[in-house]
């Protein structure tokens, strides 16, 4: 017993209670069975090129995709991620689990970008670099971040670039005394790395030089402006070389252009209309995302004022600065959701944890935390086994689109992978149930028709549809909990 409460004695609380915390708001929700249908829609696009379905620069989802006019391969993001995450399939293997477990090791990775971008910036220090540990905790304070953690979303990936940029660059223009050419051209590398993944957004770390001289006036004004056209300049030439060396990937990006952005821009696509005040429809997002930070900012502001501590405003405003060089550039997209924060919104964190930072140092300095120091690791390894059991106990479990799950369940004995289902004209063109069937089962949705050898409905479906189905000679019908399935005798 004695040994035991030495050894809870040399855990360190901070990072004790954000490592519980993190695992208990990540692990028990990623380990369920369902995903939104955007990263179920990556995961099917990965797996299909791992069993040699498209290629790099076609990949494949199906060929009922339920956008009208658009073709059978996929165009609608750049391609890196699905490269990555295809080339894990080969390496793991097709399991439900498969995109679940890239994102907790990308998850990770991004906790890793963030203490590499804090310590970069404190790298004189060390009292304030310690504090590391506190930044991802701010970070899933923000609502998208764990949604987005454990949905395969593609702005999780693109984070990770971006993050790497902005650590690299001030690895050139603030720990080097001279700007390091070597750590601005990883910085580009970065950034292309970064359009790679997910397009134009990953633009913004180019920005942060100037930011720095903006608020530090150090390097000088023509180093700055250098440097981020270096970085901008270094990234679109990796591109434009990538496009003039490799002719698939030129035709790529044209119907990437053609299909995405131009759409995107011009709102030419029904599912691309916010026009005029709509447009600032992004800011309430942010608004809503950076919340809960910037109250903890609020509250840390007074306890400094209290304690008569000095802010680092201009360490914070940096970070501010390029959260919003992250986020105003969304404006002009007809297309918009919370989800396209999620490259920028660590930069809000990173500042409000400057911020709060002397109120947060004040308080782990306290005796309180010395004297109590068993009793509080004690609740904090509650709080861990809390989260172990809870992602023992959901593991493999449905968590959205039960009924959905577990019919698809079913209907792998019913009809092999690979079939081709006519579904009515209302399933046709429904996200959720296309990514689904393709993730889960292989199959591929068609419009109705009299070669039709499976058929399915579900309460989407109006009556005549059905109705002309059910005048179907010679079927067998299945009645599931969401679906029913007809099959020719």
Same mark, same amino acid.
């Given at each position: 017993?004695?040994?035991?409460?030495?050894?809870?004695?040399?855990?360190?609380?901070?990072?004790?209670?954000?490592?519980?915390?993190?695992?208990?708001?990540?692990?028990?929700?990623?380990?369920?069975?369902?995903?939104?249908?955007?990263?179920?829609?990556? &995961?099917?696009?990965?797996?299909?090129?791992?069993?040699?379905?498209?290629?790099?620069?076609?990949?494949?989802?199906?060929?009922?995709?339920?956008?009208?006019?658009?073709?059978?391969?996929?165009?609608?993001?750049?391609?890196?991620?699905?490269?990555?995450?295809?080339?894990?399939?080969?390496?793991?293997?097709?399991?439900?689990?498969?995109?679940?477990?890239?994102?907790?090791?990308?998850?990770?990775?991004?906790? @890793?970008?963030?203490?590499?971008?804090?310590?970069?910036?404190?790298?004189?220090?060390?009292?304030?670099?310690?504090?590391?540990?506190?930044?991802?905790?701010?970070?899933?304070?923000?609502?998208?971040?764990?949604?987005?953690?454990?949905?395969?979303?593609?702005?999780?990936?693109?984070?990770?670039?971006?993050?790497?940029?902005?650590?690299?660059?001030?690895?050139?223009?603030?720990?080097?005394?001279?700007?390091?050419?070597?750590?601005?051209?990883?910085?580009?590398?970065?950034?292309?790395?970064?359009?790679?993944?997910?397009?134009?957004?990953? @633009?913004?770390?180019?920005?942060?030089?100037?930011?720095?001289?903006?608020?530090?006036?150090?390097?000088?004004?023509?180093?700055?402006?250098?440097?981020?056209?270096?970085?901008?300049?270094?990234?679109?030439?990796?591109?434009?070389?990538?496009?003039?060396?490799?002719?698939?990937?030129?035709?790529?990006?044209?119907?990437?252009?053609?299909?995405?952005?131009?759409?995107?821009?011009?709102?030419?696509?029904?599912?691309?209309?916010?026009?005029?005040?709509?447009?600032?429809?992004?800011?309430?997002?942010?608004?809503?995302?950076?919340?809960?930070?910037?109250?903890?900012?609020?509250?840390?502001?007074?306890?400094?004022?209290?304690?008569?501590?000095?802010?680092?405003?201009? &360490?914070?405003?940096?970070?501010?600065?390029?959260?919003?060089?992250?986020?105003?550039?969304?404006?002009?997209?007809?297309?918009?959701?919370?989800?396209?924060?999620?490259?920028?919104?660590?930069?809000?964190?990173?500042?409000?944890?400057?911020?709060?930072?002397?109120?947060?140092?004040?308080?782990?300095?306290?005796?309180?935390?010395?004297?109590?120091?068993?009793?509080?690791?004690?609740?904090?390894?509650?709080?861990?086994?809390?989260?172990?059991?809870?992602?023992?106990?959901?593991?493999?479990?449905?968590?959205?689109?039960?009924?959905?799950?577990?019919?698809?369940?079913?209907?792998?004995?019913?009809?092999?992978?690979?079939?081709?289902?006519?579904?009515?004209?209302?399933?046709?063109?429904?996200?959720?149930?296309?990514?689904?069937?393709?993730?889960?089962?292989?199959?591929?949705?068609?419009?109705?028709?009299?070669?039709?050898?499976? @058929?399915?409905?579900?309460?989407?479906?109006?009556?005549?549809?059905?109705?002309?189905?059910?005048?179907?000679?010679?079927?067998?019908?299945?009645?599931?909990?969401?679906?029913?399935?007809?099959?020719?005798?």
């Amino acid at each position: 017993m004695e040994s035991l409460v030495q050894s809870l004695k040399k855990l360190h609380s901070g990072k004790l209670f954000v490592f519980s915390f993190l695992l208990l708001i990540f692990l028990p929700r990623i380990v369920q069975k369902g995903m939104f249908g955007d990263g179920l829609l990556y &995961a099917a696009i990965a797996r299909n090129l791992a069993e040699g379905k498209g290629s790099w620069w076609t990949p494949y989802f199906s060929s009922s995709y339920w956008l009208e006019n658009i073709p059978e391969y996929y165009y609608e993001n750049p391609p890196l991620m699905l490269w990555f995450q295809s080339l894990y399939f080969k390496v793991v293997g097709d399991y439900w689990w498969t995109e679940k477990s890239f994102g907790v090791i990308l998850f990770i990775i991004n906790v @890793l970008m963030l203490r590499w971008v804090w310590k970069t910036y404190f790298y004189n220090d060390p009292q304030k670099a310690k504090y590391w540990f506190v930044l991802p905790l701010f970070w899933n304070f923000q609502p998208i971040s764990p949604w987005g953690n454990v949905n395969n979303m593609m702005d999780n990936m693109l984070l990770t670039f971006c993050l790497a940029a902005i650590a690299f660059t001030f690895q050139g223009i603030h720990v080097s005394k001279v700007v390091n050419i070597k750590a601005l051209s990883a910085a580009a590398i970065m950034v292309f790395l970064g359009l790679m993944v997910k397009g134009p957004v990953a @633009l913004y770390p180019m920005a942060l030089p100037v930011v720095y001289w903006w608020i530090k006036r150090s390097p000088s004004l023509m180093l700055s402006v250098s440097s981020s056209a270096f970085i901008l300049g270094g990234s679109i030439l990796c591109f434009v070389c990538m496009l003039y060396f490799i002719p698939e990937a030129l035709e790529y990006f044209q119907a990437y252009w053609n299909q995405r952005l131009k759409a995107v821009i011009t709102g030419s696509r029904n599912d691309m209309k916010l026009m005029g005040w709509d447009r600032f429809y992004i800011l309430g997002q942010l608004a809503i995302q950076i919340l809960p930070a910037t109250f903890i900012a609020v509250v840390s502001f007074f306890v400094a004022k209290a304690n008569k501590i000095k802010l680092p405003y201009q &360490a914070a405003l940096i970070f501010v600065i390029m959260g919003f060089g992250a986020t105003l550039p969304i404006l002009a997209s007809t297309k918009q959701s919370g989800i396209y924060l999620i490259p920028g919104l660590p930069m809000f964190s990173i500042a409000a944890l400057m911020y709060s930072l002397p109120a947060i140092d004040v308080q782990f300095n306290k005796s309180f935390f010395t004297t109590y120091k068993t009793q509080i690791n004690t609740l904090w390894v509650g709080l861990l086994l809390i989260g172990v059991i809870s992602t023992y106990a959901n593991f493999g479990k449905k968590g959205r689109e039960q009924g959905i799950i577990a019919d698809l369940e079913q209907i792998k004995s019913m009809i092999p992978q690979n079939s081709y289902i006519s579904v009515c004209d209302t399933m046709m063109h429904d996200f959720v149930i296309h990514t689904y069937m393709q993730r889960m089962n292989h199959y591929e949705l068609k419009p109705i028709s009299d070669s039709s050898q499976y @058929l399915m409905t579900n309460h989407l479906c109006d009556s005549l549809e059905i109705l002309r189905l059910t005048n179907y000679e010679n079927w067998t019908v299945q009645d599931l909990d969401y679906f029913k399935i007809y099959r020719k005798k």
